[in-house]
């Protein structure tokens, strides 16, 4: 709109009311186009997400030289939480099939959603939790795909503690309830705290600082704000709630108001 109201004015005072005309309409084409090739550049990158991202994960998945009925479920829940559609769920499962070829170049495939997050920092923290989604479905994580995952993670420049933490996030919010009254497991609530980075012995106060900083980081429309793509918005509304089964576990047991 800003476009066309430019290019009036500009022919408003080059041509008269004839080149006002002329110039809304010279606008008007020029905004379609622009729209076009942003839509087109956005669709590329949405397309290229989601080529890395399945591609690593079918590497991963198979790792341990076998892929679990428990690995593919949850490999289609995640189509369905990123909201694909049937072409985009194709191509995915084209992608995932390639990742677990023993030619798959998984160094190459990691640097290429490296350059395309462009180091946003929320973004590579999303997808490696996509990944541990995908190769932990099964209850465990075999030595030899935690190995891969934290190769991953240092090429995309995350480290082994933010593995650690993304694990111990992930057993927390999935180690099921612990039932009116009653405390959850020790080894649950050790991961709930390495979840928000703390110890048992935090304080209230720095426990509830904590958890601030981390929702706080982490919350959907901040990281919207911050470029996060449209189709990973699931994610991290997945991993805010995973913050709060955390917190909420450590606030039972320490009772905390």
Do not use: W
Not at 113 to 121: E, P, Q
Not at 137 to 144: I, V, W, Y
Not at 197 to 220: C, D, F, V, W
């Amino acid at each position: 709109m800003l476009i066309i109201v430019i290019a009036a004015i500009l022919g408003l005072l080059i041509g008269g009311f004839n080149g006002l005309l002329i110039g809304a309409a010279m606008g008007y084409l020029a905004s379609l186009a622009l729209q076009r090739t942003v839509i087109g550049g956005l669709n590329v990158v949405q397309g290229e997400l989601l080529d890395t991202t399945f591609g690593v994960m079918g590497a991963l998945c198979k790792a341990d030289s076998r892929i679990t009925r428990d690995e593919i479920n949850a490999v289609e829940q995640i189509f369905t939480m990123l909201r694909l559609g049937a072409e985009q769920r194709r191509k995915a499962k084209d992608a995932f099939n390639r990742g677990k070829q023993p030619g798959f170049d998984l160094d190459a495939a990691v640097d290429r959603f490296a350059a395309i997050s462009r180091g946003r920092a929320p973004l590579l923290q999303l997808f490696l939790q996509l990944q541990l989604m995908a190769v932990a479905a099964d209850g465990r994580l075999d030595p030899a795909e935690q190995q891969m995952l934290v190769r991953v993670a240092r090429r995309l420049g995350l480290t082994e503690q933010d593995v650690s933490q993304l694990e111990a996030l992930l057993r927390a919010a999935t180690g099921g309830p612990s039932g009116p009254g009653r405390a959850p497991p020790p080894d649950r609530l050790a991961d709930a705290y390495a979840a928000l980075g703390i110890t048992p012995e935090a304080s209230p106060a720095e426990i509830k600082r904590a958890y601030r900083k981390l929702i706080s980081q982490n919350h959907p429309d901040k990281l919207a704000a911050r470029g996060l793509p449209e189709s990973m918005r699931a994610v991290a509304e997945e991993r805010s709630r995973e913050i709060n089964a955390a917190y909420d576990l450590i606030k039972a047991a320490r009772k905390i108001v």
